[in-house]
């Protein structure tokens, strides 16, 4: 069962880049495990403000300042995420008020 073990571990590891990836796997579903708590926020702000970077900088190419577009973008995002908290958290509301009932 042994030999059987090592041949296999030779055979799929005897590549140096095969072990990278794999401790590089490794450590980071470690890292998101124990952390991801931690983590999560920091990834949706990188996410957000790669998404929110296209809109900038086409008003950018428009010819408007910069400092003027991200205002813009910001205030148009967070009308739009205002607007859907309370479009779906009144009908959650709704919702809770007939399951009640």
Request: with cysteine.
């Amino acid at each position: 069962m042994l030999d059987m073990v090592r041949r296999w571990y030779k055979r799929r590891f005897s590549d140096p880049d095969a072990v990278s990836l794999v401790v590089i796997l490794l450590f980071g579903f470690i890292t998101i495990y124990f952390f991801g708590n931690l983590i999560a926020p920091l990834l949706v702000a990188i996410v957000l403000a790669y998404l929110l970077e296209w809109p900038v900088s086409k008003l950018c190419a428009l010819g408007m300042p910069r400092t003027l577009s991200v205002v813009m973008v910001i205030l148009l995002f967070i009308s739009l995420m205002l607007l859907a908290y309370f479009w779906f958290g009144a009908n959650n509301l709704e919702s809770s008020r007939q399951l009640v009932e």
